[in-house]
């Protein structure tokens, strides 16, 4: 049973489009992350969100904190090609210090 | 310099073959993990390591055996090598235990067991 489902697996949209990314459990979580990983590499972490309802700002990513903690979304504005990649959402549950749970990961492709 | 290396990048070899993979940190960091990814993407926690201590250790085969020989090393050695081993290994390193805020990965070994 995967704790961390994210939605859509995959998304390929042309340079210029919005995009949002979900993920969900049931779980509440004590603090939750995304990140980014592109082929051949580890994943980059791009942000932390900690509190239900936090909204957090990347530049064009804006990043979701569900009021109850048990959600998140990431929402791409104006999507470049240089946002390629597997984005992958990461909470600590409570109650489990130190683990880390990884979402099934969203794969998004921006074509010219 | 490299902020989380791991070596080798490719690793092919036999069913029933021993190897080892490498990592190092020197971001100075007291805790180190190894992540295994499968072929649909999903990331998943093995091992970690704090101060050179065994913190957590999930259902993992006990042919995988992690070994850190100090904080800014983490191995990890896997025996009798199966299909299933098949897979990309991360390592990655923090601040401490509980500083899963800043989660640093090395680029991955690609493991192909034939």
């Known amino acids: 049973t995967q704790l961390l489902e994210q939605s859509p697996q995959f998304l390929s949209i042309q340079e210029g489009e919005n995009l949002t990314v979900y993920c969900n459990s049931s779980?509440?979580?004590?603090?939750l992350q995304w990140y980014r990983q592109e082929p051949g590499e580890g994943p980059v972490l791009l942000v932390t969100?900690?509190?239900?309802?936090e909204v957090k700002k990347l530049k064009r990513l804006t990043f979701q904190f569900g009021d109850a903690r048990k959600d998140s979304s990431l929402h791409i504005t104006a999507a470049q090609p240089g946002d390629t990649g597997l984005y992958l959402c990461a909470g600590e549950i409570t109650g489990t210090a130190s683990k880390l749970t990884f979402g099934t990961g969203t794969r998004l492709q921006v074509t010219l | 310099d490299t902020a989380v290396s791991q070596t080798p990048k490719y690793l092919v070899t036999q069913m029933g073959n021993d190897k080892s993979i490498k990592c190092e940190q020197n971001l100075g960091h007291d805790t180190m993990y190894w992540y295994k990814q499968d072929s649909k993407k999903f990331l998943k926690i093995m091992f970690s390591?704090?101060?050179?201590?065994?913190?957590i250790n999930e259902t993992v085969p006990n042919r995988f055996s992690p070994k850190s020989p100090d904080k800014a090393h983490l191995n990890l050695h896997i025996n009798s090598l199966e299909l299933g081993d098949s897979a990309v290994y991360f390592c990655?390193?923090?601040?401490?235990?509980?500083?899963?805020?800043?989660?640093?990965f090395g680029s991955g070994t690609q493991l192909s067991v034939l």
């Open positions: 779980s509440v979580f004590s603090s």
């Open positions: 969100v900690v509190t239900g309802g």
């Open positions: 390591y704090n101060n050179k201590e065994l913190i």
């Open positions: 990655a390193s923090s601040q401490n235990p509980h500083d899963n805020e800043k989660l640093f």
